[in-house]
């Protein structure tokens, strides 16, 4: 059974596995190139906490932090 990235199991101090790194969260700013796994290329529309609006041409998604899928051009 996988765990959330949002709850991740707590690490016991003896442990002898290396603890899991943090993921990176790369910032976008508006009217940055991106592309994105599933949608392809798009424009970034809006930035906020919580994620980015992204217009893909075809349709607009927002895309939820952090950008796992999702990288700058």
Request: charged content about 25%; some cysteine; aromatic content about 6%.
């Amino acid at each position: 059974m996988a765990t959330s990235a949002a709850h991740p199991r707590p690490r016991h101090s003896n442990s002898p596995f290396a603890p899991r790194p943090e993921p990176e969260v790369e910032l976008f700013e508006t009217n940055d190139r991106v592309c994105h796994d599933s949608y392809g290329l798009g424009r970034v529309v809006s930035v906020d906490l919580g994620g980015a609006t992204v217009d893909f041409t075809s349709r607009t998604v927002r895309i939820e932090t952090p950008f796992r899928r999702m990288t700058k051009l």
